[in-house]
């Protein structure tokens, strides 16, 4: 049941992690390397830097619509409704 306000995995290593029950508002991940991340179990997930390295983390199918305008940006794709 905790927040993390703006963590900072900029350059980490982070390997057979599971998030449970909480929030990432802000969280940076520039650089990170993620093996088996499993961030399923947060509620709110918010990334500010560093969503290009999120290869190796699994996400729900919710959050994967929550960061499409992040990924979509990434990719320089510009959404219209």
């Known amino acids: 049941g ?4 703006e963590p900072d995995f900029g350059g980490a290593v982070l390997e057979r992690v599971e998030f ?3 929030a990432l ?8 390397r993620l093996r088996d991340v499993d961030l399923r179990g947060v ?4 990334i ?3 969503v290009e390295s999120l ?3 699994v996400i729900s199918t919710s959050q994967l619509f929550d960061l499409a305008p ?7 794709v510009r ?3």
Do not use: W
Request: aromatic share 2%; net charge negative.
């Open 2 to 5: 905790c927040v993390l306000s």
């Open 20 to 22: 449970v029950d909480c």
């Open 25 to 32: 508002a802000g969280a940076d991940f520039a650089g990170a």
């Open 43 to 46: 509620q709110r997930l918010e």
């Open 48 to 50: 500010a830097r560093g």
């Open 55 to 57: 290869a190796g983390a």
């Open 70 to 76: 992040v990924l979509a940006a990434q990719l320089g």
């Open 79 to 81: 959404v219209e409704g």
